[in-house]
């Protein structure tokens, strides 16, 4: 064998597992398909359940250096939610912090713990027998460990080979999200927000980094295959 467990997937969930296996001594092997780590926000931060496991870890030192403390509470829908009374916690905060970000530090973690980091490593198969799992990659050598995990996303190979259902209904609304850098005050950005939503209870802007932001746009019928991710660049002025 190779290493005891193979992890598929280097986002925060694998590296994070990642991490708990070397702690109990556990050989480890992250693969990861994309060779760089990727540029895009897909969460802007941690719940109080999250950053009180960061605590547990040691780990969250390092989150609240690149972060920034949040009241509880927000909205979903435009419908106002108001912050949990009582919380029984030493965090009771959100923590706004961008994933590249967090995948960065869970990845350093990982390292530092011994764990093995293969990216570019992209599974096409599995072949197991009662020895352990042996992984097909697209360059066509073949890893193998005791065990797999798969930590791939919604989207997951490891799934999809397993032949493992993902049963539910699709969604019936479509979203644009994007980032772009806003100039106006964040008084003016709340007042249009506000205004938007009169009407689409699902548009948005929050702050990621200094002026950039993530924006949510409501928008029916932009992909003909909801399966594929897509991607735009606009080269516009926000």
Same mark, same amino acid.
Request: hydrophobic fraction near 40%; charge should be negative; aromatic fraction near 4%.
């Given at each position: 064998?190779?290493?005891? +467990?193979?992890v598929v997937g280097g986002g ?19 693969? $990861? ?36 403390? &949040? ?11 108001? #912050?949990? $009374?009582g919380l029984d916690s030493a965090?009771? &905060? ?15 973690? #990982? ?21 352990? +799992? ?12 005791? &065990? ?5 996303g919604g989207r997951s190979t +490891? ?9 539910? $209904? ?10 772009? $850098? ?7 950005? #709340? ?14 802007? #929050? ?32």
């Amino acid at each position: 064998m190779d290493v005891d +467990v193979i992890v598929v997937g280097g986002g925060p969930t694998g590296m994070m597992v990642a991490g708990e296996l070397r702690l109990h001594g556990v050989e480890v092997l992250v693969l $990861e398909r994309d060779e760089e780590p990727t540029r895009v926000v897909r969460s802007l931060g941690l719940h109080a359940r999250s950053i009180e496991i960061m605590d547990q870890r040691g780990l969250l030192d390092r989150f609240l250096e690149h972060g920034t403390r &949040y009241p509880l509470g927000g909205f979903f829908a435009g419908i106002p939610a108001p #912050a949990p $009374e009582g919380l029984d916690s030493a965090h009771a &905060y959100v923590l706004g912090i961008p994933q590249p970000v967090t995948d960065r530090l869970l990845t350093e973690h #990982a390292v530092e713990l011994g764990a093995r980091v293969r990216r570019g490593a992209e599974v096409v198969g599995l072949e197991q027998d009662e020895h352990g +799992v042996g992984v097909v990659l697209a360059d066509g050598t073949r890893p193998r460990a005791r &065990y797999l995990v798969g930590c791939d996303g919604g989207r997951s190979t +490891v799934r999809r080979l397993l032949g493992v259902d993902f049963p539910g $209904e699709p969604s019936t609304s479509e979203t644009l999200l994007g980032e772009m $850098e806003v100039s106006a005050s964040p008084e003016t950005v #709340a007042a249009v927000v506000t205004e938007v939503r009169r009407t689409q209870k699902r548009f948005g802007l #929050a702050p990621i980094d200094g002026a950039v932001h993530r924006v949510i746009v409501p928008a029916a019928g932009v992909s003909e295959d909801r399966t594929v991710p897509r991607r735009w660049r606009s080269s516009g002025n926000g």
